[in-house]
Each structure stands twice: as C-alpha cells, then as structure tokens.
C-alpha cells in the first residue's frame, strides 16, 4: 500500500533552515507529482509547494517563494523540502502528499494519499 513517512521537522530559530524528507513507498514515485502542504494551529491546511513527476517543474506558495525549495529524488522515491530564512510564522505541521496525477494542476482535486506528518517550530 502506499506510505508517505516524513523526517526532518524540529525547533529552529528565526532565519536558520530546516530540510524535511519524504519517502514514498507503493506507488510508481516517478509517476505523481507531489507537494507539500502545512496546517498551522488554528488554520486550514495549506498547499506550500509541488513539484511535478519528473521534477521539470515547481510551484510555491507566495509566503515562501525565495525561502523554500522543493526536490525529489528518483532513486531514493524520496521527496524534499529546504526551508532556509524561516520565520516564526512557518511554525505548522508539514505534510508530504502524493497527488492524483503527474502536473501542478492535479492539485485542483487534492492529494489522494497522505503522511503523517512532521511538526517545525520556529522560535527563539
């Protein structure tokens, strides 16, 4: 069955980084784009970036277009997320997803699979 286990969230100052992993397992990893999303206390879960099948192409939320970079790597069925200059305001659980199909714009009807996800706390 398909299995999303993130890695790599934790307490980091203001303007330090953090790189979270994903490894995928069960599907075809090179076939699906995929994303990062976040949910904040208190918010809705947000779509932060996608990145699509074959890692041609990425997409960022405004809030961290500059800050963050998404990646995959095909032999690993791992995906990435570099986060660098964080702010206080990054502090959510980040989720990995597999989306439905191979372009950003399989992000319209939503992940059909899950992590768990990975808790990042910016503070000082």
């Known amino acids: 069955q398909v299995q999303l286990v993130e890695s790599g969230g934790g307490l980091v100052q203001p303007g330090g980084s953090l790189r979270l992993s994903c490894t995928a397992s069960?599907?075809?990893?090179?076939?699906?784009?995929m994303s990062w999303y976040r949910q904040a206390p208190g918010k809705e879960r947000e779509l932060v970036a996608t990145?699509?099948?074959?890692?041609?192409?990425?997409n960022y939320a405004n809030s961290v277009k500059g800050r963050f970079t998404i990646s995959r790597d095909k032999a690993k069925n791992t995906l990435y997320l570099q986060m660098n200059s964080l702010k206080a305001e990054d502090t959510a659980v980040y989720y990995c997803?597999?989306?439905?199909?191979?372009?950003?714009?399989?992000?319209?009807?939503?992940?059909?699979?899950w992590g768990q996800g990975t808790p990042v706390t910016v503070s000082s």
């Open positions: 069960g599907f075809t990893f090179s076939s699906y784009a």
């Open positions: 997803a597999k989306e439905k199909g191979s372009t950003y714009y399989s992000t319209i009807s939503g992940p059909d699979y």
């Open positions: 990145i699509t099948n074959a890692g041609s192409s990425t």
